[in-house]
């Protein structure tokens, strides 16, 4: 069995297509990660496997994106590229109720107080039922 090697030589769109869906389906991976660690362990969520995915996927976006070391991400970082839609729309909706569990999730890392606590929590499981009604 033969695999498509894109090249620099090969059609630019084709391997713009290429690329943009490695990217996007590389960041959905580790969004879907977050996710499943946080169905799994929805007690265990700070210093724990979700915390550990949340950790994975900033990593990634930070050199995904050239962003600043140290600093907050940006989940949204990326969803506004109109080459998302246009060539990996499939994965689009996904990727965005995803992001906003991992909002959600990172929010919870913020809280000075248990009420700002629980109500992040509470957030968390709303957007993950959202994302698991979609997507399992």
């Not at 977050?34 to 496997?49: A, F, K, N, S, T």
């Not at 600093?71 to 246009?86: F, K, M, N, S, V």
């Not at 995803?98 to 999730?105: D, R």
């Amino acid at each position: 069995m033969s695999t498509m090697r894109l090249i620099d030589s090969s059609d630019s769109e084709q391997v713009t297509r290429y690329n943009v869906r490695s990217h996007y389906t590389q960041r959905l991976v580790l969004v879907a990660a977050l996710c499943r660690e946080l169905q799994r362990h929805p007690d265990d969520l700070v210093g724990g496997r979700p915390q550990a995915a949340l950790n994975v996927l900033n990593l990634w976006m930070v050199e995904a994106y050239d962003l600043p070391r140290n600093r907050d991400i940006g989940y949204q970082h990326g969803l506004d590229d109109p080459r998302l839609a246009e060539y990996a729309s499939h994965i689009q909706r996904e990727l965005e109720l995803g992001t906003k569990v991992c909002e959600a999730y990172f929010m919870l890392f913020t809280a000075d107080t248990q009420s700002d606590y629980d109500r992040d929590r509470t957030r968390i499981r709303e957007r993950l039922d959202h994302y698991v009604a979609e997507f399992g």
